[in-house]
């Protein structure tokens, strides 16, 4: 059997003395009514003979419609097998970008099932930057485990209070794409 692999970027930032994380909302209707564990890090396929680190670059501008910052350092934060076998591999690099930015790539599927129509549907369909702390609650689980990762690689992934995280008091600096 072949081992998909998968690879990304988890970008982060320093806002407030309190580190954030940007990650994105899956599209499409079997997320369309989910919160929790329905969030992950950019990330995609990597195509064969494709290296890791330029499929976490491809990848990220693909589900983001917006290029990584250029400048700055990749904090290699190792791999992780996910529930489904797959291989996740993901990088960090401290940056900032506007949510509002995000113009997402989008995939076909055929819905409703067994219908026979193709839909397009957006990769991500909103972004958020969030703490530590409130993206332990929405991230898929396979991908907790580089949140303690990135917080061994830079000054602690500072989670603090979550309700201060934002304006809104939900530890979300969030934005739909389009609105």
Known sequence: MVVRRSA???LYRERNGRTEVLIGHMGGPLWAKKDARAWSFPKGLVEEGEEPRAAARREFEEELGIAPPDDGEWLELGEE???N???????????????ERIEPGGFMMEWPPHSGREQLFPEIDR?????PATARELLVAGQVAFLDRL???TDGGRDGDPSSASPSGSGRDEATPGE
């Open 8 to 10: 990304g970027l988890v």
């Open 81 to 83: 097998r996910q529930p």
């Open 85 to 99: 076998g797959k291989i996740v591999t993901l990088w960090a690099l401290a940056g900032d970008l506007d949510p």
């Open 127 to 131: 972004v958020a930057w969030v703490d």
């Open 151 to 153: 917080a061994a690689l």
